[in-house]
């Protein structure tokens, strides 16, 4: 059946990384070329099972294979965590807004992530980095619950450090004896004077939590409501609007978002639950 | 629009089912539903009197279907054409509404057009107004001007047909046997049934006039305790949202069948605790009044944002159902009065 937005595309995972103790990277190559835009994200079925909403941590430049970090927390991506290579698998979308990277350019982009947050910011600067001189600056400040819970452990310690025209700097909530990195909340290493103010967007990708206080801290620090991008994790189903898991206020996550703007949803109950 | 009449029903809906499966209200102890029409079973159609207590949405959305299969995707599934007899205005309203949802937008619901555009639709004017009726607060007043294929008017001697759509004009051009002309004298007894009951409507519901919008008496409770007391008597049995003509939410399931994988599309309700929790255990309306309270924003306030309508059509089917006796009605009294209330207050203060 043609535009039938239910029916997966079929897809095959072809290699499964492991990112650290709870969390895996799949690399799927679906049947058809699939584009996609950073930040958009797509259901992914486990056929017979069930499916779950992942935003791709791969560059949407790359139209043949796309990669997914999962963690383990329901069901649907725990059975995935069980699966070898060449598992069968659906993927239907991409759906929503993604990141509004026209609106980015000429401004510093500071980006600010934590734990498994990482996925969909990974994609996002990768995009940054194909146009990297369309910006004014990129500033990274990531965190995670120890050094072992960082996920691209080769890229975060390795060249991302290096890159020209990118300010990166990652904490760990608990250090041990190897770290060389800071210690603490990723809130720890913000500061004002990290980027233009005036002249930034940011973008805020983690647990709830971590991104409430992020939030907060941004907003005493007078960056306006509209420059603080979220991405939100809601229930979601259909993807297409219609189903109402995901709503929050009159949006739905699915399909205004997953990435809203702090003043588009703060005046709704609930958003950081 | 052109108006015939006729004396009895079955000839008329039997020729109807000739060319299409029918359905048609029957009573069932003081509740109407739907069945599959069967001439042989039956002397006389009955006219229902008011809105069957199940919704009309099964017709178009069904509470389970196959929505995707693997790994070879479905085919188009082939609709026979149907029709529906019985419909009421608020009926006809709600689907206006699920049509919004399911057609509009960049993703259409395939399965929810096919039906749709398969279903032939005779309405007809209430005869009277229901125990829990209050259809007249969203602009209901007993009887369709459009939005279906033919209406039905009951009047003493007879019926008087109403075409709506071209399908429905057909229909009568192509039977000029079963119908006769409709007087104007007819037409006046239609009309006058139609002002009464119209007048029914308003005195049942005189006592729920309020002072503001619904969508501002909603929006200005946001914490109100009205949520979480109604939640005390709630059981969350969900029976509100099925038997809810407008809502619409659903979920897609995996499952195996013997030889195919299939993805299943089924009727949810949001007053379900795990409906918006996601896999990290957030969950944003954990509280059951939350979850009273959002339904009644979905309806009264988000909807009406998006899609310039509001999401109810004052049907009372979530009245009659309702295992806990939550009133909608009075939910919204309650909330108008303490809006009331609160001016007051602040008018006082302000002095
Ligand atoms: S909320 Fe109640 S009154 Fe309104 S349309 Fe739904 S069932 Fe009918
Ligand atoms: S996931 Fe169904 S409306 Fe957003």
Redesign the interface.
């Given at each position: 059946?043609?535009?039938?937005?239910?029916?997966?595309l079929?897809a095959e995972i072809v290699d499964i990384i492991d990112e650290s103790a709870l969390i895996k990277t799949f690399v799927v190559t679906p049947d058809e070329t699939f584009r996609f835009r950073t930040g958009q994200f797509v259901e992914l079925?486990?056929?017979?099972?069930?499916?779950?909403p992942f935003t791709p941590s791969s560059s949407p430049a790359d139209t043949e294979k796309m990669e997914f970090t999962i963690m383990k927390?329901?069901?649907?991506?725990s059975l995935l965590h069980n699966c070898d290579k060449g598992q069968?698998v659906?993927i239907r979308g991409p759906f929503g807004n993604g990141y509004p990277l026209d609106d980015f350019a000429g401004k510093d982009v500071y980006i600010v992530g934590g734990g498994v947050g990482l996925a969909p910011i990974r994609s996002l600067f990768l995009s940054l980095l194909d146009r990297i001189k369309d910006f004014n600056s990129v500033v990274c400040r990531f965190g995670a619950k120890t050094p072992k819970d960082f996920i691209y452990k080769d890229s975060l310690f390795g060249p991302w450090q290096k890159l020209d025209g990118v300010d990166m700097k990652l904490t760990a909530d608990e250090a041990d004896s190897n770290w060389e990195y800071n210690v603490g909340l990723v809130t720890n290493i913000l500061s004002e004077d990290d980027v233009d103010i005036k002249n930034a967007v940011v973008v805020v990708c983690g647990?709830?939590i971590m991104m409430k206080f992020v939030t907060f801290q941004l907003v005493e620090f007078g960056f306006p409501d509209s420059a603080i991008y979220l991405s939100m994790?809601?229930?979601m189903?259909?993807g297409?609007?219609?189903?109402?898991?995901c709503?929050?206020?009159?949006y739905y996550v699915c399909?205004d978002g997953p990435v809203f703007t702090y003043d588009q949803i703060k005046a709704y109950?609930?958003?950081w639950? | 629009m052109e108006t015939v009449f006729i004396s009895k029903l079955k000839p008329f809906l039997e020729e109807i089912s000739k060319k299409s499966d029918l359905y048609i209200p029957v009573k069932k102890a003081e509740h109407w539903t739907f069945n599959r029409y069967n001439p042989d079973e039956i002397d006389e159609v009955e006219f229902n009197s008011i809105r069957t207590c199940l919704p009309v949405k099964e017709f178009s959305f069904p509470p389970r279907e196959l929505a995707a299969a693997f790994p070879e995707p479905l085919e188009a599934k082939q609709i026979k054409p149907f029709a529906v007899f019985g419909l009421k205005e608020c009926d006809l309203h709600s689907i206006e509404i699920l049509d919004k949802v399911f057609y509009e937008g960049e993703f259409q619901d395939p399965f929810y057009i096919a039906r749709r555009e398969k279903m032939f639709i005779i309405s007809g004017d209430c005869t009277q107004a229901g125990q829990s009726c209050f259809c007249n607060l969203f602009g209901g007043k007993g009887f369709a001007d459009l939005g279906f294929d033919l209406n039905v008017s009951k009047i003493k001697d007879g019926f008087i047909i109403t075409e709506g759509s071209q399908k429905g004009k057909r229909f009568i051009g192509d039977n000029p046997d079963l119908f006769a002309d409709a007087p104007d004298t007819l037409l006046a007894q239609r009309d006058e049934n139609r002002a009464r009951v119209k007048k029914e409507l308003e005195e049942k519901n005189a006592d729920l006039k309020f002072t503001s919008k619904i969508s501002e008496i909603i929006q200005g409770s946001q914490d109100s305790d009205v949520f979480d007391i109604e939640a005390q008597n709630c059981i969350e049995c969900q029976a509100c949202t099925r038997v809810c003509p407008t809502c619409h939410c659903f979920y897609l399931y995996d499952t195996k069948k013997p030889d195919y994988f299939a993805k299943m599309k089924m009727w949810d309700s949001c007053m379900r605790m795990a409906y918006a929790g996601v896999a990290g255990g957030a969950n944003p309306r954990k509280v059951l009044g939350d979850r009273i309270k959002h339904r009644l924003l979905h309806k009264f306030v988000y909807f009406l944002e998006r899609y310039g309508i509001d999401m109810c059509v004052g049907c009372g089917r979530c009245v009659d159902a309702d295992a806990g006796g939550i009133d909608i009605r009075e939910v919204l009294k309650k909330l108008d009065e303490e809006k009331k209330q609160k001016k007051t207050n602040q008018a006082e203060i302000a002095k």
């Open positions: 059946m043609k535009n039938n937005p239910y029916q997966p079929n079925t486990l056929p017979g099972e069930g499916e779950a927390a329901g069901s649907v991506t069968k659906g647990p709830p994790e809601k229930n189903s259909c297409i609007g219609k189903c109402g898991h709503m929050i206020g009159k399909k109950p609930n958003i639950d | -």
